[in-house]
């Protein structure tokens, strides 16, 4: 039995015109996706790609990432999807750690070269071996270990794999990459049966069926993104993706399509309704407008619910649980929506330092049960340890995130335990930057912060104390991450300063954040 | 017609990103050549807003590439605020 798999081409079988996907106005149908993960999964095989081998995927929202994604699913190897946006530094790590074998690439996004980034590093990396580029467009790769993706889709011309993988219980489905709070990644061993049951839960949760559409302003590299458009596709829907947001676009989509669900952040909720003519356009189709990634300011949920009718569902979840609390605008209205109950699949835990509940009233740590707690870090045995523990023969999954208990069995949300820093949907690590900051030469000490944003949530600010009170700029900072890390990790403030303790990531975090 | 002046906004610019005024042109990349990232420039939009006492919707930033769609945004679109 292959859960994704199976329901996927009993579509197919049902009803093989029927539109699975769209992204930049380019559709697939059930049936063609059959036929393209059949024939593509034979090529990866033809390179040695079976049960358990890595696949890396470094490329936007496109619909080759879905095909390539889902052939490896079907012969049980494991994708794993990397943000377009890493830099040299956090791609040297990934492709350190995650034992890929084949790497798809695309040549670029936006200012991030990657095609560039790879081959300056793919000599260290002995274990990939073969990189396919998916941009007919550019060309410039002769070296042994990369071929265009034509090349690579011929090889299984002719050949054929009709075995569909049969996954157990304990079968890792895709490998997901966060980035950790030292800078090195944390790669999560995303389970294949929980993670489809805890898809399937949501789904059924909200009503999702056949009929419906979801459009997604999240990219299908984010465990999220693609999660989401899963619990549409898990009841024969069908998902459409953007190339890159872009907010007259999406509700021009929303209104052609007659789009059922929309998913959002709070930050693309405030570009979309800051469009000059937002009430012209027809969202009448849409049933449930989906929050995740960001606090929800109730204002916004106030204009989906009062002015467009629409439900509102706020949730809380992460790569290493999938959906965890929920928010719901025809249940809980009358409350705030950053306090959260535990949904009818899902079980919580509200923890103090010795791994005891905390009483009503109280902060601790939310620790989680979903079907889709991860297996463990993978390669990493102590932060497995830490996070991922066994209570009542279930995994259950300590988030770092500080809640408060309150009266009525609902949590809040009251902070993290850790220096993460909400910029729109990025989690940014502050240690990750700082510690890239202190390899510049003119620097001697630095603190990262957050600072309130209005529209993006939070925003990065760095304390600096320069070597010999030199000036740094925003500028040469953006100069020495290009290429290296990703463009939002650089700190959107430079604050330049004489007295910067200098064993500054510890007690004097607090010293400067006011 | 806000009566921009293209050195001061380039000025402005520059103390933003940190980039020398004379490096910074109409056809600057955001993306490219100053390292923006799309969030960024809904932080660069507020702030120019905060400065020329303008208001440009976040759509029309969300789209813009150049320095000098930036300029031309608040220029022509901007929407004096308190009027």
Same mark, same amino acid.
């Given at each position: 039995m292959n859960k994704f798999i199976d329901s996927l081409y009993k579509y197919a079988e049902e009803k093989p015109t029927s539109t699975l996907i769209t992204?930049?106005?380019?559709?697939?149908?059930? *049936?063609e996706f059959k036929e393209y993960t059949e024939k593509i999964s034979m090529s990866l095989n033809t390179? *040695?790609?079976?049960?358990?081998?890595?696949? *890396?995927?470094?490329?936007?929202?496109?619909?080759?990432?879905? +095909?390539?994604?889902?052939?490896?699913?079907?012969? *049980? %190897? /494991?994708?794993?999807?990397?943000?377009? /946006?890493s830099g040299e530094l956090e791609l040297n790590r990934l492709l350190d750690i995650t034992d890929m074998e084949v790497c798809f690439i695309a040549c670029k996004y936006r200012n991030n070269n990657i095609l560039n980034t790879v081959k300056s590093i793919i000599e260290k990396h002995s274990n990939i071996k073969h990189i396919i580029v998916i941009d007919s467009i550019c060309t410039d790769f002769d070296t042994p270990k990369f071929m265009t993706y034509e090349k690579f889709v011929g090889l299984g011309e002719g050949k054929t794999l009709s075995q569909v993988y049969n996954v157990d219980d304990e079968h890792v489905m895709s490998l997901a990459c966060t980035s950790g709070s030292t800078g090195n990644p944390k790669i999560l061993s995303v389970p294949y049966n929980g993670?489809?049951?805890?898809? +399937?839960?949501? &789904?059924?949760?909200l009503e999702f069926d056949s009929f419906d559409t979801m459009m997604i302003g999240m990219p =299908?590299?984010?465990q999220g993104g693609f999660g989401m458009g899963m619990q549409v596709v898990v009841k024969g829907g069908n998902v459409i993706y953007q190339p890159q947001f872009e907010p007259m676009e999406f509700l021009k989509?929303? %209104?052609? +399509?007659?789009? #059922?669900?929309? /998913?959002? #952040?709070?930050?693309? %909720?405030?570009? =979309?309704?800051?469009?000059?003519?937002?009430?012209?356009?027809?969202? &009448?189709?849409?049933?449930v407008c989906y929050f995740a990634g960001e606090v929800l300011p109730k204002e916004i949920a106030k204009i989906f619910v009062e002015k467009l009718n629409i439900r509102v569902i706020n949730v809380i979840g992460s790569s290493e649980t999938a959906t965890m609390v929920v928010w719901d605008s025809e249940n809980d209205y009358d409350t705030d929506p950053s306090d959260f109950r535990e949904l009818p699949f899902t079980k919580v835990r509200v923890l103090d330092e010795n791994d005891n509940e905390v009483d009503t009233g109280t902060a601790g740590e939310l620790c989680i049960y979903t079907s889709a707690v991860i297996f463990n870090y993978y390669k990493n045995d102590y932060e497995s340890a830490a996070k991922v523990i066994n209570f009542d023969n279930k995994r259950?999954?300590? #988030?770092?995130? =500080?809640?408060e208990k309150l009266n009525d069995g609902r949590i809040r949300f009251v902070g993290r335990s850790k220096r993460i820093i909400k910029r729109g949907a990025n989690l940014v690590h502050a240690e990750e930057v700082e510690s890239f900051l202190l390899s510049y030469p003119k620097i001697q000490a630095v603190a990262v912060t957050a600072e309130d944003h209005p529209i993006i949530g939070q925003q990065i600010v760095a304390y600096i104390q320069s070597v010999g009170g030199q000036n740094v700029t925003r500028g040469e900072l953006a100069r020495y991450f290009d290429g290296k890390m990703s463009a939002y990790k650089l700190p959107d403030k430079i604050i330049l300063t004489e007295d910067l303790p200098k064993d500054i990531g510890k007690i004097q975090f607090k010293y400067i954040r006011k | 017609m806000n009566d921009l002046k293209w050195n001061e906004f380039a000025k402005n610019i520059s103390d933003y990103v940190g980039v020398d005024a004379d490096q910074?042109?109409?056809?600057?990349?955001?993306?490219?050549?100053?390292?923006?990232?799309?969030?960024?420039?809904?932080?660069?939009?507020?702030?120019?807003?905060?400065?020329y006492n303008l208001e440009v919707p976040l759509s029309s930033v969300a789209v813009i590439s150049k320095v000098g769609d930036m300029f031309k945004l608040l220029d022509e679109e901007g929407i004096p605020l308190n009027v």
């Open positions: 992204i930049d106005g380019i559709s697939i149908t059930y *049936g390179l *040695g790609i079976s049960e358990n081998k890595k696949v *890396g995927l470094i490329i936007p929202n496109s619909l080759q990432w879905y +095909k390539i994604f889902w052939s490896a699913i079907r012969i *049980g %190897a /494991q994708p794993v999807p990397v943000d377009p /946006q993670f489809y049951d805890a898809i +399937k839960d949501i &789904s059924d949760y =299908l590299y984010h989509t929303v %209104a052609q +399509k007659k789009v #059922t669900v929309i /998913q959002l #952040t709070s930050t693309l %909720a405030k570009i =979309l309704l800051s469009v000059p003519d937002f009430y012209s356009y027809d969202m &009448s189709s849409v049933k259950w999954f300590k #988030t770092g995130d =500080l809640v | 910074i042109k109409q056809e600057t990349d955001l993306y490219s050549d100053l390292c923006m990232d799309s969030l960024g420039l809904f932080s660069m939009g507020m702030y120019l807003n905060n400065i």
